[in-house]
């Protein structure tokens, strides 16, 4: 009977090890198809099981212990066409497979920047919208809480020029954050907002949004109580000159103090006068900036309060045309073969806007080679600039 048993697990085991062998590997080299140069970093793995690894500086790979079978080999690198194959795995032998691929150049989006806002039946927060119109209407000599009274659960006071509050559902102005063109300006102590610094910001606003409630919160503690998002970003399409001036007066009954004990009438009066200019669309469309210039000064209906400021402000507006950047070896190998006969770019090294494409010198990293690629086989070279960014400075030259 010990026998037998003894037989029995014995085949067992041998059937087991047998089992255990059934493996065999893949190995190969994966290499750029136009210059035939070894890719390092390359993700190859099989289709049907997690095994993987990635190609060394020499281009070489291998997979340890692949189940006996036919296999799915996948190549992934960013900036390369991605490939694949299928191959047959024998017990104890090692599969080659090797890969040519080709670069493949990325496209990316236009970049927008705008600030953060709610979206009406989306964003689960109460919110109220003002825009450019509304603000100006309302403007003559006032801070940028005075243009927001009519908000719903907003109160502002004002004790002078610069010198405005804000409230919100009765919390103070503590609570409240204050975001120019997405930016918090409160001041990181004590979460107040100085509107003696942002006079000139009621002639510059293109539109407003409030958020009331903790729902705003995403902005930070500052937001418990809610947010005025104030956005200034827009430029006209069209070239124009704006000339702004207003004023206020308060009267008062009676006399009052001055400042050296007198009383005497008073009945204060102040101004704003504004200069704008925008230049529309220049350089092929492709540019635009605002410039303004405003004064503010006068008294208020407190004694004491006189006010007397400049605000400048300066806006530029860029647009470029799809951008195509390559963060792979050669795009064109026509023009490699014209610009670099060994065929080698450093990655980053190559970036293309329109008929045009900006190549950086591996031989001087502060050099960049511009060619006209209109026609891809026969690019031609047509100017070389000397940058101390390098390949960073292109959006400089277009």
Do not use: C
Not at 127 to 137: H, P, R, S
Not at 240 to 254: H, K, L, V
Not at 265 to 293: A, E, R
């Amino acid at each position: 009977m010990k026998k037998t048993v003894f037989l029995f697990l014995f085949i067992i085991l041998l059937f087991t090890s047998s089992l255990i062998a059934q493996t065999g590997k893949i190995a190969g080299r994966v290499t750029n198809v136009e210059t035939g140069k070894a890719i390092e970093g390359v993700s190859v793995f099989l289709e049907d099981s997690q095994t993987g690894t990635y190609t060394k500086a020499d281009g070489t790979y291998i997979l340890q212990n692949v189940q006996v079978g036919e296999h799915t080999i996948n190549v992934r690198l960013m900036g390369y066409e991605s490939q694949k194959t299928n191959k047959l795995v024998e017990d104890d032998i090692t599969a080659i497979v090797n890969f040519q691929i080709k670069s493949s150049a990325i496209q990316i989006e236009g970049i927008k920047v705008s600030a953060n806002r709610a979206i009406a039946r989306e964003t689960p927060v109460s919110f109220t919208n003002i825009d450019e119109e509304t603000i100006k209407d309302k403007y003559t000599t006032g801070d940028m809480p005075q243009m927001l009274d009519d908000v719903p659960g907003l109160f502002s006071t004002t004790s002078g020029l610069g010198e405005a509050e804000i409230t919100m559902r009765g919390f103070d102005a503590q609570k409240i954050q204050i975001l120019i063109n997405g930016v918090p300006v409160n001041d990181p102590e004590s979460q107040l907002v100085y509107w003696s610094n942002w006079t000139g910001l009621s002639s510059n606003v293109k539109s407003v949004q409030v958020q009331r409630g903790a729902g705003a919160s995403l902005y930070g503690s500052g937001a418990f109580g809610g947010s005025v998002n104030i956005e200034t970003m827009g430029s006209e399409n069209n070239s124009e000159i704006t000339f702004r001036t207003s004023s206020g007066y308060y009267t008062t009954d009676g006399k009052s103090a001055d400042e050296n004990g007198n009383m005497s009438d008073y009945n204060p009066i102040n101004y704003t006068t504004m200069l704008k200019y925008g230049s529309g669309k220049i350089f092929d469309d492709k540019f635009k900036f605002d410039i303004s210039v405003e004064r503010k000064a006068g008294d208020y209906y407190i004694r004491g309060t006189e006010y007397d400021g400049w605000s400048f402000g300066f806006e530029t507006e860029s647009k470029l045309e799809p951008l195509i950047i390559n963060i792979s070896d050669p795009i064109n190998p026509a023009l490699v073969s014209l610009y670099n006969p060994n065929g080698w770019f450093h990655p980053f090294d190559v970036a293309v806007y329109g008929d045009y494409a900006y190549l950086g010198d591996p031989a001087g990293v502060e050099t960049i080679h511009l060619f006209d690629i209109s026609d891809p086989a026969n690019p031609v070279e047509l100017e070389e600039y000397d940058t101390p960014g390098g390949l960073l400075d292109i959006f400089a030259l277009v």
